[in-house]
T-cell receptor, first 115, second 111 residues
Framework: GAVVSQHPSWVICKSGTSVKIECRSL??????MFWYRQFPKQSLMLMAT?????????EQGVEKDKFLINHASLTLSTLTVTSAHPEDSSFYIC???????????FGPGTRLTVT | KQEVTQIPAALSVPEGENLVLNCSFT??????LQWFRQDPGKGLTSLLL?????REQTSGRLNASLDKSSGRSTLYIAASQPGDSATYLC??????????FGAGTTVTVRA
């Protein structure tokens, strides 16, 4: 199957700093990437949908100025958590797809801890 | 808004026993349903995808059924093994695009 990578796999940062997480499709072109967050023992919650070359679409309740998403190429999307706070600590997972009606492939996730 | 519920939240069985995991969803207007496996601190691995027109899908020891009208799906894992220990997530898609996930069932298979 197709492979999606995320970097870093885990990161610890101080409150008030910004953190960037990368999501890459390694062997296919991803026209669409999705960003999810997952709290312990809870389901994945979709944060935003990003299409290559256009602005991301954020789900209700997700602050677009806090979670900046860039999808500049068909193989790379980035999520930047700006002015991070401890409540932003979570597991962030991306997925990528070649388009509608195609399977989504998930990355291994990034564990963010804000101290 | 679609709500996906998975019962039980956790399950512990001895090796060799069959597993039955349940998933229910509130809006039956789905395009497909997927079952995923998630190991601790890891991403998701797709196990089975059932299109809305299908009743079931099988892959090896795994079998998933779908009753769209009643908003239910069941994942059966035959002859469980310790390596099956993981969290199993159910997700539905209204349009083969966005996914709505359940909270998962954490399975422990005791050797």
């Amino acid at each position: 199957g197709a492979v999606v990578s995320q970097h870093p796999s885990w990161v610890i940062c101080k409150s008030g700093t910004s953190v960037k997480i990368e999501c890459r499709s390694l062997d296919f072109q991803a026209t669409t990437m999705f960003w999810y967050r997952q709290f312990p023992k809870q389901s994945l919650m979709l944060m935003a949908t990003s299409n290559e070359g256009s602005k991301a679409t954020y789900e209700q309740g997700v602050e677009k100025d806090k979670f900046l998403i860039n999808h500049a190429s068909l193989t790379l999307s980035t999520l930047t958590v700006t002015s991070a706070h401890p409540e932003d600590s979570s597991f962030y997972i991306c997925s990528a797809t070649s388009g509608r009606h195609y399977e989504q492939y998930f990355g291994p996730g990034t564990r963010l801890t804000v101290t | 808004k679609q709500e996906v519920t998975q019962i039980p939240a956790a399950l512990s069985v001895p090796e060799g026993e069959n597993l039955v995991l349940n998933c229910s969803f509130t809006d039956s207007a789905i395009y497909n349903l997927q079952w995923f496996r998630q190991d601790p601190g890891k991403g998701l691995t797709s196990l089975l995808l059932i299109q809305s027109s299908q009743r079931e899908q099988t892959s090896g020891r795994l079998n998933a059924s779908l009753d769209k009208s009643s908003g239910r799906s069941t994942l059966y894992i035959a002859a469980s093994q310790p390596g099956d220990s993981a969290t199993y997530l159910c997700a539905v898609s209204p349009d083969d695009y966005k996914l709505s996930f359940g909270a998962g069932t954490t399975v422990t298979v005791r050797a």
